[in-house]
């Protein structure tokens, strides 16, 4: 009968923290789920439309700087028909060259913009050019003087002629360069196919004439789905379309400003639902927790005393009104201290091993994130590569990267973040994708590490930091491209010679100070040379009797087989690590790299 009543009010306890915790919570989560949703919906609405109207004010403005030229409509057809003739410039002193020449060319000129149409009609063959290249350049300098005013991805124009868009005057920022200066922005003369359907905004203009206030946002097949598009035709002196001026934005933009207003929302309502659990947890400390409270203190007091009327004496102190206040009656028999021991017990093993779980789960997460499969590039004959990181607990703060940057060109990664556990492998992760994006995009080391230090510091609340050594080989001439922030020496095996330590003044490590500018060094690779990164693990490894394995060991052991391919260099050095540090403890992070090249491959 005792236990059918002890079994009742254990039921009892149950119901209350099932009907007041789990409700709460199931319905907290749904609501800001709900919430999150609809107000990046939302966000993403409005974003479009802002931007819609931003890059109609930037079509037009260009649009009239192109009609600002009373020749635009002569100027359009001679680029088209004479660009393979043309001079193309865009340097200030060669604008002023052309400046020079034209006045000396054409008597009537005033300025390009205001020479009339007639008077180019009526001058010299190369008079004409060097007016239409100085017109080019001038309005080249426009469009440039725009982009860096207005921040689009691609501003340029274009005419449409058998289902081609050739290609005109484009601006470019300090960092761009057009084809002819040795990059990839579009100019005069490029052409490339136009087909109706991939940019129905871009149709209706060109059917009917008419500017059309719609930001193209279809992403049609063929189109650039990483780009969304804003146009305007341009007209000349007798009101006829001369040419197009085309906008272009990054989609990931208006993503990223719905996601950041959502995020702050979402990162509000959190937050006022934590201030409402602090509230509720409050009601139950009083109504549910403090009685126990009094309970517990009960119990023990009788383990110590054994004394049934002090217990009873003490549990009739609670006066919580609800189930609790029964089960202080049935605790009078000490039966229910064993049970509650063993629940506690059980929870606890539970927790162990979720914790277990969850530290697994995240160590094969990181794991994955590092490229592991060797051979890495199978189909290369121009190098090899091996990478290996030993970590000293669950997940690591360590990690490397390779990857090719193009066909020509190999990045190479190897960093160390301070500190170690769960914090130092979110930190790796984070510093490990911004490094890998800016080289992907095609900067250099220095500037690599300098935007990367950038962003790091952003929100860097726990003042992490992470030493790195990056460096971009050009895979067919062995040059490459090193910066070090705060990192260890590498070592450099020349071909039939030894590793030795390439030792330079290197840059603070990134995550320490904002603004800190980053050098780079620059080396050749011969065919033959190995070359060698690691983390401070490997010299700082430690035996029993506290001392270091040390760059000395190290060299030793990479030149006990110089020669061999990286991934017996690696074995080598760990194996010396091991034999050195014997039983002692691994107390950080062990990661090396080994680059091995062979020069460009004679064709068979």
Not at 424 to 453: T, V, Y
Not at 467 to 487: E, Q
Not at 556 to 572: F, G, K, Q
Request: hydrophobic share 40%.
């Amino acid at each position: 009968m005792e236990k059918k009543k002890q079994n009742e009010n254990e039921k009892k306890r149950k119901s209350i923290i099932s009907q007041v915790t789990m409700p709460l919570v199931l319905f907290l989560t749904i609501l800001l789920i709900i919430d999150g949703l609809f107000l990046y919906i939302f966000n993403l609405s409005y974003y479009i439309v802002q931007r819609e109207e931003t890059a109609a004010r930037e079509a037009i403005y260009t649009a009239n700087c192109f009609m600002e030229f009373k020749t635009i409509g002569w100027l359009s057809e001679y680029w088209q028909e004479h660009y393979d003739e043309m001079e193309l410039v865009y340097d200030l002193p060669d604008i002023i060259r052309k400046e020079a020449e034209i006045n000396s060319l054409m008597e009537e000129y005033h300025t390009v913009w205001d020479t009339e149409e007639e008077t180019v009609e009526n001058a010299s063959p190369e008079a004409q050019r060097v007016f239409a290249e100085l017109a080019y350049a001038r309005i080249c300098e426009t469009l440039t003087r725009i982009k860096i005013d207005f921040n689009p991805f691609y501003l340029y124009s274009f005419t449409i002629k058998n289902d081609e868009m050739f290609y005109m005057a484009t601006g470019t920022l300090e960092n761009e360069k057009r084809i002819s200066q040795g990059g990839e922005l579009f100019e005069l003369g490029v052409t490339t196919p136009y087909a109706e359907g991939v940019y129905p905004v871009l149709d209706e203009i060109v059917k009917t004439g008419k500017f059309v206030e719609n930001i193209e946002t279809s992403l049609s097949p063929g189109a650039d789905s990483s780009l969304v598009h804003m146009f305007a035709p341009v007209y000349d002196e007798d009101g006829e379309v001369a040419l197009y001026v085309g906008v272009a934005l990054p989609w990931k933009d208006l993503i990223i400003s719905s996601l950041r207003i959502t995020i702050i929302f979402c990162v509000i309502t959190l937050i006022f639902f934590i201030l409402i659990g602090f509230y509720i947890s409050g009601l139950l400390i009083k109504k549910v927790t403090g009685p126990v409270g009094v309970e517990k203190l009960a119990l023990s007091r009788y383990k110590v005393y054994k004394d049934p009327e002090k217990l009873k004496e003490n549990l009739s102190d609670v006066q919580s009104n609800n189930e609790i206040e029964e089960l202080a009656v049935d605790f009078s028999e000490m039966a229910d201290e064993i049970d509650r021991y063993i629940i506690e017990n059980q929870k606890a093993t539970v927790d162990k091993e979720r914790m277990k779980a969850e530290l697994s789960m995240a160590k094969t997460i990181q794991e994955s994130r590092l490229p592991s499969k060797f051979p890495a590039f199978p189909d290369r004959k121009d190098f090899d590569i091996y990478a290996s990181m030993t970590p000293t607990k669950e997940v690591a703060g360590d990690f490397y990267d390779f990857f090719m940057v193009d066909d020509d060109h190999i990045a190479l990664v190897i960093a160390d973040v301070s500190g170690k556990g769960i914090s130092a492998s979110l930190f790796m992760m984070l510093s490990k994708a911004i490094i890998r994006c800016r080289l992907l995009g095609g900067e250099s080391p220095a500037d690599a590490l300098d935007k990367s230090n950038a962003q790091i510091m952003q929100g860097n609340d726990s003042n992490m930091f992470v030493t790195v050594w990056v460096a971009v080989i050009d895979l067919r001439t062995g040059k490459g491209l090193a910066a070090n922030a705060g990192h260890e020496h590498p070592a450099l095996r020349r071909k039939d010679g030894k590793f030795e330590l390439v030792k330079y003044r290197h840059s603070p490590a990134m995550g320490v100070m904002d603004g800190i500018p980053y050098t780079e060094h620059e080396f050749t690779l011969e065919p033959g040379d190995t070359l060698f990164v690691y983390t401070d693990g490997v010299p700082e490894a430690t035996n029993i009797n506290s001392e270091l394995f040390g760059e000395e060991k190290l060299l030793v052991a990479l030149n006990r087989d110089p020669d061999a391919a990286p991934e017996v260099i690696d074995r080598n050095v760990k194996k010396s690590i091991d034999m050195f540090v014997d039983e002692a403890e691994q107390f950080d992070d062990i990661t090396m790299l080994t680059f091995k090249y062979f020069g460009p491959q004679k064709e068979e």
